[in-house]
């Protein structure tokens, strides 16, 4: 179902502003040749990050930094983040794609802002996981560390997304600045605009940012039209302070705003998503010896999320197999509130930080079920509310401290964090069956610690070699501890929390290598980890608990199993085979598999028993992907052409136990031109999917009620323009 736009300002504009793009593009034209003998330098924003900075950092993490965000066509950071080795999405529609990294999810990877900003999504269904309140306008830049390393703002249980959005101290002393982003693509009549100001004196700066997009639904390579169109809004401000020759305070405002966003492979769509979420942040460091440092930050993060079936036929007609018309809203209020304070200084040979940091998670929610009938001319309403989330509550504080160590050709990092995680909820549920508690909510205080290392040696000047040995903990999440019967995953159960559920445990260990011979560079990192207590659903016996949802089998309750095994490489390669031109290839694969696993053995859709499966694969895996990207810089004019070309090979290692289907593989090019007419100005325009292939990936979920998987968006032209005075 496409929205009625035809009185939305948005809807007349499009084309003023992208006929607007096309007379700035000509107009700048002729200045190029000008421009280039004036200064003989050309503008180069990097090919898309292929390379792992593993070695400065001292543990595997890849960086995204603002230029690169700004000449793509994609607009939601989920989708952004799929561009790297070994990071993939799940897709429920066209936005909001929930990250995946090294085959984790969910709450197994620690998704922050700045100096730990944390965000709780309202919707169960993971409509809006943490990188869709924040727009890639906002971002300055997005680190991502694969593994259980960064543990300094918060608990790290797998991976770690560090996105920063905040100026530095660096915004002081800079006049006064515009930024204009402009947006079009063509495949999805889709606008976005956002416009930064920035007033800026010795002591003090403020600066202003706020956006808009407008997307209808995106047809796939077949022709298809997915139910996927969205409109989002944000705002932002910054308010800077100096506090002294040797300190600052900044005050930060965020403000992400969505309406209409569609996911056919969900039961409900998302008709309101406002987020705000206010910051403060304070630094006084040394200027003798900046190491010497201590900063204190607050946050406080607030969701308010809606969802119906509004834009679903049986809203407001029978739909077999219903026999009535059948409305549902969904009203979740999610909130995170916390600080940090850390010092920082030099001890002998030795970099020391050490810090406190706490987080209180509170969550609430509700689903109403209306279903009206026409018997006898008789209309018939029955309604039945069910609380999602009652007063549920997460209150986690932790102790860090960290070392690094330089000397020589070794440099050394070590890192450990100690945390109190307390958990209660309001609920009134309790599920009992013949002696036996399988659901009561009971305030639950658990003790976590984790410890992480990573070492360096420069065996060469061309060659050095880095281990990481890592130990974390996770305490389950809002919706392992509390959910109530309702079908979050891709299977189609019902899902039910466990207040008592333990923590995971993951032990990893990293094997990088760099080799740079002139021109070249190579990385290669190999990773092992295993995870104790694995957080999962497991079936509940029928005469326990039946479910609620319509089509869904049974229901299963979040538990522990024994252990899960993750294993893989990521592997990259950045070549200059002659000047001017660039090459990068990566490749990812993981292999990851549960030690033992429970089959559930259906008849007509029934439980017929159980079966017990040794080696069986973790389900919802990446399969094997590799990336090739090459492109050449013109000095006259400047022009930067790009062709990327993605493969991504069948997926065959599925799940027995959880009747995981096979995907294919599939190969999509992306073409792009950067043109950079003037210091102030810069265009970029392309085409994704040239060859207009129909494909999905292994991790999008099925469209709702079939087994139809949800396709990705066919070719799309695409046009941007930054102007910067």
Same mark, same amino acid.
């Given at each position: 179902?496409?929205?009625?736009? +035809?009185?939305?300002?948005?809807?007349?504009?499009?084309?003023?502003?992208?006929?607007?793009?096309?007379?700035?593009?000509?107009?700048?034209?002729?200045?190029?040749?000008?421009?280039?003998?004036?200064?003989?330098?050309?503008?180069?924003?990097?090919?898309?990050?292929?390379?792992?900075?593993?070695?400065?950092?001292?543990?595997?993490?890849?960086?995204?930094?603002?230029?690169?965000?700004?000449? #793509?066509?994609?607009?939601?950071?989920?989708?952004?983040?799929?561009?790297?080795?070994?990071?993939?999405? #799940?897709?429920?529609?066209?936005?909001?794609?929930?990250?995946?990294?090294?085959?984790?999810r969910y709450s197994q990877i620690s998704v922050f802002l700045d100096e730990g900003i944390h965000i709780e999504g309202g919707c169960p269904n993971r409509m809006d996981p943490v990188l869709a309140h924040i727009e890639p306008e906002q971002v300055n830049s997005l680190e991502i560390v694969k593994g259980p390393y960064l543990l300094q703002y918060g608990p790290a249980p797998s991976a770690s997304i560090h996105i920063k959005t905040r100026p530095d101290q660096s915004a002081f002393n800079r006049g006064f600045h515009a930024t204009s982003h402009t947006g079009f693509d063509a495949g999805r009549n889709g606008l976005k605009q956002h416009i930064s100001l920035l007033f800026s004196a010795?002591?003090?700066?403020?600066?202003?940012?706020?956006?808009? /997009?407008? *997307?209808?639904?995106?047809?796939?390579?077949?022709?298809?039209?997915?139910?996927?169109?969205? +409109?989002?809004?944000?705002?932002?401000?910054?308010?800077?302070?100096?506090?002294? /020759?040797?300190?600052?305070?900044?005050?930060?405002?965020?403000?992400?705003?969505?309406?209409?966003?569609?996911?056919?492979?969900?039961?409900?769509?998302?008709?309101?998503?406002?987020?705000?979420?206010?910051?403060?942040?304070?630094?006084?460091?040394?200027?003798?010896?900046?190491? /010497?440092?201590?900063?204190?930050?607050?946050?406080?993060?607030?969701?308010?999320?809606?969802?119906?079936?509004?834009?679903?036929?049986?809203?407001?007609?029978?739909?077999?197999?219903?026999?009535g018309i059948m409305q549902a809203t969904a009203i979740a209020n999610a909130s995170s509130t916390g600080g940090r304070f850390s010092i920082s200084y030099p001890f002998k040979s030795l970099n020391m930080l050490h810090g406190i940091d706490t987080r209180i998670t509170t969550k609430d929610g509700t689903r109403d079920m209306r279903m009206i009938m026409i018997m006898d001319g008789q209309e018939y309403t029955s309604e039945k509310k069910i609380n999602l989330w009652r007063d549920a509550? #997460?209150?986690?504080?932790?102790?860090?401290?960290?070392?690094?160590?330089? /000397?020589?050709? +070794?440099?050394?990092? #070590?890192?450990?964090?100690?945390?109190?995680?307390?958990?209660?909820?309001?609920?009134?549920?309790?599920?009992?069956?013949?002696?036996?508690?399988? *659901?009561?909510?009971?305030?639950?205080?658990?003790?976590? *610690?984790?410890?992480?290392?990573?070492? +360096?040696?420069?065996?060469?000047?061309?060659t050095t070699i880095g281990v990481g040995l890592a130990r974390s903990q996770r305490a389950g999440d809002m919706q392992e501890r509390y959910i109530k019967f309702l079908a979050t995953g891709f299977d189609r159960y019902d899902y039910l929390g466990n207040p008592l559920i333990k923590p995971e445990t993951n032990h990893q260990a990293d094997l990088m290598l760099t080799y740079r011979p002139g021109k070249a560079q190579l990385l290669v990192n190999l990773f092992i980890s295993r995870i104790d207590n694995y957080i999962t659903g497991v079936l509940l016996p029928p005469n326990v608990a039946r479910p609620l949802s319509q089509g869904a089998p049974g229901v299963k309750q979040f538990g522990n199993v024994d252990a899960a095994v993750f294993t893989g490489l990521e592997a990259s390669l950045s070549w200059i085979p002659f000047k001017n031109s660039n090459i990068g290839v990566s490749g990812a694969y993981t292999f990851a598999y549960f030690t033992k696993a429970e089959k559930i053995i259906l008849e007509n859709n029934q439980l017929a028993g159980t079966e017990v499966i040794k080696n069986d694969p973790v389900p919802e895996i990446p399969a094997l992907d590799a990336t090739m990207i090459f492109s050449y810089k013109f000095r006259k004019p400047r022009l930067k052409p790009q062709l990327t070309v993605r493969a991504v090979a069948a997926q065959n290692h599925v799940s027995i136990s959880y009747y995981e289907e096979k995907s294919p593989g599939y190969v999509i090019t992306d073409l792009a031109l950067n043109y950079y007419p003037h210091k102030s100005v810069s265009l970029s325009a392309g085409v994704s999917n040239l060859f207009d292939i129909a494909c999905y990936d292994h991790l999008n979920r099925r469209l709702l009620g079939s087994n139809e998987k949800l396709y990705e968006p066919g070719r799309s032209f695409y046009i941007n323009l930054k102007i910067k005075i």
């Open positions: 179902m496409r929205r009625n736009r +035809t009185k939305s300002f948005f809807g007349n504009s499009k084309r003023i502003i992208s006929g607007l793009i096309a007379i700035t593009s000509v107009f700048f034209m002729p200045t190029a040749e000008v421009v280039a003998q004036q200064k003989d330098s050309i503008v180069q924003l990097p090919v898309f990050e292929l390379t792992d900075t593993s070695v400065y950092r001292r543990m595997p993490v890849s960086v995204i930094n603002a230029g690169s965000l700004e000449q #793509i066509r994609e607009v939601d950071l989920g989708e952004i983040l799929r561009r790297q080795p070994n990071v993939s999405g #799940i897709r429920r529609g066209g936005y909001a794609l929930d990250p995946v990294v090294r085959g984790f010795e002591k003090a700066f403020l600066s202003l940012g706020g956006g808009i /997009k407008d *997307y209808d639904n995106y047809t796939d390579g077949n022709g298809k039209e997915w139910n996927s169109s969205f +409109t989002k809004k944000d705002i932002s401000a910054d308010a800077g302070f100096r506090t002294g /020759k040797s300190g600052f305070l900044i005050l930060s405002y965020r403000g992400s705003f969505g309406k209409d966003i569609l996911f056919p492979a969900l039961p409900m769509d998302e008709t309101i998503g406002n987020t705000n979420i206010f910051s403060g942040y304070f630094e006084r460091y040394d200027p003798a010896n900046p190491e /010497k440092r201590l900063t204190l930050s607050a946050y406080h993060s607030k969701v308010y999320h809606v969802m119906d079936n509004s834009f679903r036929p049986q809203y407001s007609q029978v739909v077999p197999p219903y026999n509550l #997460i209150f986690n504080t932790g102790l860090f401290t960290s070392a690094v160590l330089k /000397k020589g050709k +070794t440099e050394a990092f #070590i890192a450990a964090r100690l945390d109190l995680n307390h958990a209660e909820s309001g609920d009134t549920l309790i599920v009992a069956k013949e002696g036996n508690l399988w *659901y009561k909510s009971t305030p639950v205080n658990q003790l976590l *610690y984790s410890i992480s290392g990573n070492i +360096t040696y420069r065996l060469t000047k061309k």
